[in-house]
């Protein structure tokens, strides 16, 4: 079972950026497409990105579109969200997830077709 580890998170002031890391315990995981979610206090878990095990296309909410972005290096087994421009609605915990299913938003954003999930990593920007 492949273990997912985010890090990155922090406080952060309107506007700033933070760089989000998601860390696999495996090599399989170089394989598999990643995810990352988010969910803010009382609200449901919410699809942010998502990369395909290449690289090569990548997935956003329309909510983070143009401001985040998502790369991975395959070599270190770690996936990396970067995040620009952030808002205090931006403001959740984010977790990052592994599925081996790849297709448009119905498929990708769909919570329970990933397999593997980190224990999350808080995200807050203040205004």
């Known amino acids: 079972q492949v273990e997912l580890v985010e890090s990155g998170g922090g406080l952060v002031q309107a506007g700033g950026s933070l760089r989000l890391s998601c860390a696999a315990s495996?090599?399989?995981?170089?394989?598999?497409?990643v995810g990352w979610f988010r969910q803010a206090p009382g609200k449901e878990r919410e699809f942010v990105a998502a990369i395909h095990w290449t690289g090569d296309s990548t997935s956003y909410a329309d909510s983070v579109e143009g401001r985040f972005a998502l790369s991975r290096d395959i070599a270190k087994n770690t996936v990396y969200l970067q995040m620009n421009s952030l808002k205090p609605e931006d403001t959740a915990v984010y977790y990052c997830a592994a599925t081996r299913y790849w297709g448009g938003a119905s498929i990708t954003t769909r919570t329970t077709l990933y397999y593997t999930w980190g224990q999350g990593t808080q995200v807050t920007v203040s205004s």
């Open positions: 495996e090599r399989t995981f170089s394989s598999s497409n």
